[in-house]
């Protein structure tokens, strides 16, 4: 079983930056895919990124694509999401969530393990 904990959320201004970390204990990352969804206030939680261990293939969401960037650290059993251009619709809590093996999962029931989310707000 893998543990995943986020960190790097907080408050930025409209057209600023970000970079969320989902640190993994438990287990390594590798033969793992690791996705990050977002969930606004009111909303259901989407698709955002996913990473794929392996061969570090990647996937993004249309609304993100071009600004936000997933990545990963092998040594320090890491994964990272760089927002940049951050925009007030981008607000929410972003989670970041693993599955053993598979491909570029998008949907959420996809993953059987989740953290427990990290808050980010974008001021207009």
């Known amino acids: 079983q893998v543990q995943l904990v986020e960190s790097g959320g907080g408050l930025v201004q409209a057209g600023g930056s970000l970079r969320l970390s989902c640190a993994a204990s438990?287990?390594?990352?590798?033969?793992?895919?690791v996705g990050w969804f977002r969930q606004a206030p009111g909303k259901e939680r989407e698709f955002v990124a996913v990473?794929?261990?392996?061969?570090?293939?990647?996937a993004y969401a249309g609304s993100v694509k071009g600004r936000f960037t997933i990545s990963r650290d092998n040594a320090k059993n890491t994964v990272y999401l760089q927002m940049n251009s951050l925009k007030p619709e981008d607000t929410a809590v972003y989670f970041c969530?693993?599955?053993?093996?598979?491909?570029?999962?998008?949907?959420?029931?996809?993953?059987?393990?989740w953290g427990q989310g990290t808050q980010v707000t974008v001021s207009s």
């Open positions: 438990g287990r390594t990352f590798s033969s793992y895919t």
């Open positions: 969530a693993a599955r053993f093996l598979g491909g570029l999962q998008l949907q959420i029931h996809e993953y059987p393990y």
């Open positions: 990473l794929k261990w392996s061969d570090s293939s990647t």
